[in-house]
């Protein structure tokens, strides 16, 4: 399960939610992830190898298309994509969400975010964009004005950045009440030690606080009530164990579950390999191959050295069944109409017993389909797995971690373009001790603040140019007195004109349907 408490953490560069304030989750410095800890990552390839997180280059070829966040490796891991990726391709539909804590002003690492959201929305997703009040409100303390004032914020941002309101869905999780009734729904499915565990919740954390994590559960699984559909949600890598965690409890209340079996008995991962094995070599073995004896798979499987103990003594207890392939669809909470139904729809050679139907002539794809479809049509979520990409953090203009707490660290997007341009300009760089030096060996653009300015914002969809800009400074070209001026300028434009924007959008977001004022206080 989800509850890996590796210790140590780390290094630079967070920006997605900040230590400060946050209450509750005592002892969560030893959980490696932390939504409400620093969100600082030390080595992203730790994320891969413990977190089994995957790499995003790996499901890059199959992106129509790829956003340029995307194609830089500023979006650096995801879980599950490929569902996501495919329902693009194929034009079906697909669903993006993603939650904002409205604790401060909307910075450049949220404008991540929002273009992740706009991104998915024009290659057709259904999107979804929440204000996570209850969260700021039961996880940092944040009072309920403050929460209406950054709300409108965040929301302005994300209309100004394109997000288009009239297809797309706002809501705050304090008025959607069919994220709270799903909230309870999931808090079902989740008790307190699994919360200790992946969250490092104690005795001193407040209800409300876990009752947020439910809420975020929901919000995931909130695009799919309608019907089950692929979704993803962007966020930074600090939201990995919601992620994890929601993929579990969307497992959890599935009716059925699909596997494949070789004989009537329940075989592990393990054993299953070697049935499989056994059944592939059965000619080997079987007096007669097209109907191989599990007593007989047995006996072939003891001389094996790589054979599963469990599945040898499981063929022994078989006897005389016959090994064989199915799929097998297992009654987990399925009413039982819903069993019924499913007895019913399965097609071809079937056999029936008390929690589980064998099916000789379907597949596994075309099962996971049957039971998702007899489950939503008896009442069931048919809940898909939720899919998540990561971005990575940006590093602070100061260096080091980028804090909503330290103005000079990041730019919000609400500074002033004057502001804006100054903070680029006193920004630490990659770049040597002097111009000579710089021209000699080049500057360092993958530790520098500023280069990742260009590569995540600046530049746009301008490969070319933010390549320029790498291999000048790499190649000792470019030197930072210049590279800074030219950044700062492009910053001043991009507040300037976000600006106007949002100022132009103000009467969108009075139409859209989201309250602006919390009905609480
Ligand atoms: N917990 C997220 C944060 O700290 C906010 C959030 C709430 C969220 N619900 C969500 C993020 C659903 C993604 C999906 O910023
Ligand atoms: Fe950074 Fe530009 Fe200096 Fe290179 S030249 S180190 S990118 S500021």
Redesign the pocket.
Known sequence: MTGDTEGGRGGDGGV??DADGADGAEGADEVALD?WGSSAVGDYRELFSEFGIEEFEGILPRVPDPHYLMRRGVIFGHRDYRPVARAMDEGDPFAV?????PTGDPHIGHKLVFDEIIWHQAQGGDAYA?I?DL?ANSARGMSWDEIDEHARNYLLSLLALGFDPEEGTLYR?SENREVQDLAFELGAEANFSEFQSIYGFDGETDVSHMQSVV??MA??LYPQLEEPKPTV?P?GPD?DP?VRLARDLAARTRYFGVRTAYASFEATDDELASLREAYEAREAYAEDADQPRCEEAAEWLATEETAAEGAIEKLENAGMEPLRPRTRFVDRRATDDAFEALIEAVEGEKRVFEAHVDAFEVNLAEAEELAREVEVAHGGHGFLPPSSIYHRFMTGLTGGKMSSSIPASHISLLDDPEEGYEKVKSATTGGRETADLQRELGGRADECPVYELYAYLLAGDDDEFATEVYEECVGGERLCGDCKEQAARLMEEFLEEHQEKRAEVEGLLEEAEIELESSRR
């Open positions: 997605a939610g939504p969400l993603s939650g904002f804590m929440l996570a969260e999780q809420t975020q919000d995931i949600i966020v939201q919601h």
